[in-house]
């Protein structure tokens, strides 16, 4: 089996560094990633300048680092790295939380999304730690991809549909093992914060607080927040069906 591992927080990231080792233990594992921190740039990717390919190994695996995004690590990778294709995607281990509407944001997403564009089997991987300075818990992550991968790889899939995966950030012993599951709702509070540089200018900066609304069973953000890692299919159809046929059969009031 072929994998191309990317992520969005630089060839350099440790989550990566878990990732490909374990995806090593079964198969042919190539890295390509970003030469620096990506995260939030969604699924964008580069076009108005040239795209440079540095050959380099991260723990003594073949590896490219790329002065793009996610989405062009795949398909420079493709391109440099699996020129014949290749088998699966894996985009992480991300250092956060991709759950519900993160996934638009995310880069790590992104690089599945992008892999999945391309026919191939893609999952993206995250550990969900949510305070700051907390232990990311890698090992969990890799741990439960271990002997979780036959599982996971095998999981039908549609065309266009990805995984995405979030492991809580928390001991191996703790976890509760996985839970299929759906899409949450994250919102983030005081998503714009204005502050002032030494000159007294004013300036702002992106972020926020996330509120974890209370979640019904069966989204990602229940099985996270109670110890169980998130697997969840995300189509890329993101046509809304159940209201397309009500419109085409003619109920277009409401
Ligand atoms: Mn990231």
């Known amino acids: 089996m072929r994998i191309l ?15 490909a080792e374990v995806a090593s233990e079964f ?3 190539k890295i390509v990633a970003p030469d620096r921190e990506r995260s939030a740039c969604g699924h964008a990717m580069t076009m108005r300048d040239p795209l440079r390919v540095k050959r380099t190994t991260v723990s003594g695996i073949e590896a490219y680092e790329v002065n793009g995004l996610p989405v062009d690590c795949v398909n ?15 985009s992480g281990i991300n250092n956060g939380p991709n759950l519900g509407f993160d996934v638009t944001y995310s880069g790590t997403v992104a690089g599945a999304m992008e892999g999945c564009i391309n026919g191939i089997k893609s999952i993206a991987v995250s550990m969900s730690v949510f305070a700051d300075g907390a232990p990311y818990h890698y090992e969990t992550g890799s741990s439960w991809l271990m002997h ?16 995405n995966v979030n492991v809580p950030a ?5 976890l509760n093992g996985h839970k ?10 005081d998503r714009v914060e204005r502050r002032e540089d030494p000159w007294g200018r004013e300036y702002y900066w992106q972020g926020g607080v996330v509120v974890m609304t209370p979640e019904s069973e069966g989204t990602d953000v229940w099985a996270v927040t109670n110890g169980y890692v998130a697997v969840t299919p995300v189509s890329l159809d993101w046509t809304d069906h159940g209201l397309l046929s009500m419109w085409n059969s003619g109920r277009t009031r409401s």
Do not use: K, S
């Open 180 to 189: 299929f599951v759906g899409m949450g709702r994250r919102i983030y509070q």
């Open 5 to 19: 591992v990317t992520n969005d927080d630089g060839v350099r990231a440790e989550g990566i560094r878990h990732l």
């Open 148 to 163: 979780n991968w036959e599982m996971l790889v095998d999981l039908p899939l549609h065309d266009l549909c990805f995984l």
């Open 76 to 90: 420079v990778g493709l391109t440099v790295a699996f020129p014949d294709g290749c088998d699966l995607v894996l």
């Open 27 to 29: 198969g042919e594992v």
């Open 170 to 174: 928390i001991a191996l012993p703790e």
